[in-house]
């Protein structure tokens, strides 16, 4: 396993105040939540005490209070996945995106190391590139004054600078970022302190291991924009009871949305939830046990990121929030490089992402009929099935992290 890990210093623009414990005191949530949104939080506190089996009160997902406070609380200290290690392979190339409104770059640079950063300029606020953008680059130029970045955020040049005798060329930097390679997925905290994921992620590792993900190659990837709130997309991701109805001939032979799902929590960043085919995967290339070949594993960490492996084939999702109902959904089918000896790859690229497509347009179509209803007068809460454990289990993984400040965050369970 390659981590990859780089975390950099405190650095002006970054402070942590904006997260929690600066703001609040140890184990405080920052300042206090108010109206709307103090309403929201303790609804969601009652998962943590008795987790009851209701849905979501309908404005979790359109309070625009509430949205700013999952932008600091939950993804301005949590890991996002953001790539998979195929698409920054080269030396000098970079991935941006937005992460709840925060725009994000990481880069490979020439020694192979990561960086992630801040792509806005020091000088007046102009974005080095655009979210969504990748590519190979050896420095990233400022269009609006010239200033010139390294791909670790280090400035290496500002146009006529040196009459200005309070400008110190030398703690100039992008503001820094902690990024994280796990088993070849590349995760992105905008809290450049944050401990690191691996280590939550131990034991999802061990049920992986037969699975290989460092020998696993990108065989197709996607990335689109779903008119919907994050969580819409994310609880939908925690259940597959929805199969057996955005899904009735795609996945629903296959994976039946009556079956039971067994839900194993680890930690607040992870969780695991297991589903069995109806029949039991072949195998070519992976050492699979009889266990392994008859289930669906999903693995979830917290808040946007899954796994789905099913037999030789993995799909890593990250589901990204842009604005409080637009939600940016990367992904990528990843196999095990002998797989591809002998085939087309071409070809196995285009059947994986026609077959992907088809499934994303199911869930976006659906979901974001849910997006549109979820502001009606008549929307209410609902009673959750036993089918949908996980879905209480992300609650509870959300609660925690907007009520817990920095010095509690992410804790236990």
């Given at each position: ?286 050492p699979l046990t009889d266990e392994e070949k008859a289930h669906l594993y999903g693995i979830f960490v917290f808040p946007a ?109």
């Amino acid at each position: 396993m390659s981590t990859g890990r780089t975390a950099g210093e405190e650095h002006p623009g970054t402070a942590r105040t904006g997260h929690g414990s600066a703001a609040g005191g140890a184990g405080e949530a920052g300042p206090p939540a108010s109206g709307e949104a103090a309403a929201l939080l303790a609804e969601l506190r009652r998962y943590l005490d008795h987790a009851p089996r209701l849905s979501l009160p309908p404005r979790a997902f359109t309070s625009p209070e509430l949205y700013e406070l999952e932008r600091t609380r939950v993804f301005g200290r949590s890991w996002v996945l953001i790539a998979h290690r195929d698409e920054l392979a080269e030396p000098n190339s970079y991935v941006s995106v937005d992460i709840a409104g925060e725009q994000v770059v990481v880069t490979r640079d020439a020694d192979g190391a990561l960086h992630g950063m801040s792509p806005i300029c020091r000088h007046r606020m102009m974005p080095l590139v655009e979210p969504g953008s990748a590519g190979r680059a050896t420095s990233f130029t400022c269009p609006y004054h010239l200033w010139r970045y390294g791909l670790d955020g280090r400035l290496i040049g500002a146009t006529h600078m040196r009459g200005n005798p309070d400008f110190d060329p030398g703690s100039c930097r992008l503001p820094p970022f902690a990024v994280e390679e796990w088993h070849g997925l590349v995760y992105v905290n905008l809290d450049a302190a944050a401990a690191p994921l691996a280590p939550a992620l131990a034991r999802i590792s061990r049920d992986l291991a037969n699975y290989r993900l460092d020998g696993m190659v990108q065989l197709g990837s996607w990335s689109e924009e779903w008119a919907c709130n994050w969580k819409v997309a994310v609880e939908n991701a925690h259940e597959n009871y929805h199969v057996m109805g955005f899904h009735p001939q795609t996945l629903q032979p296959s994976t039946p949305g009556g079956s039971d799902t067994d839900v194993r929590v680890d930690s607040p960043w992870a969780l695991r939830l297991l589903v069995p085919f109806t029949e039991p995967q072949e195998t070519r290339t992976l050492p699979l046990t009889d266990e392994e070949k008859a289930h669906l594993y999903g693995i979830f960490v917290f808040p946007a990121a899954s796994l789905a492996a099913a037999g030789e084939m993995v799909i890593w999702l990250s589901l990204i929030p842009q604005t409080i109902d637009r939600t940016l959904v990367r992904g990528g089918i990843l196999v095990p490089r002998a797989a591809l000896e002998g085939a087309d790859p071409d070809e196995m690229r285009l059947q994986a992402e026609s077959y992907a497509a088809m499934i994303n347009s199911e869930d976006r179509q659906g979901l974001e009929a849910v997006q549109r209803a979820v502001g009606s007068r008549f929307a209410a809460r609902g009673h959750l099935s036993p089918k949908e454990p996980g879905v209480v289990a992300f609650y509870q993984n959300l609660a925690r992290a907007l009520l817990r400040g920095d010095g509690d965050w992410p804790g236990g369970l």
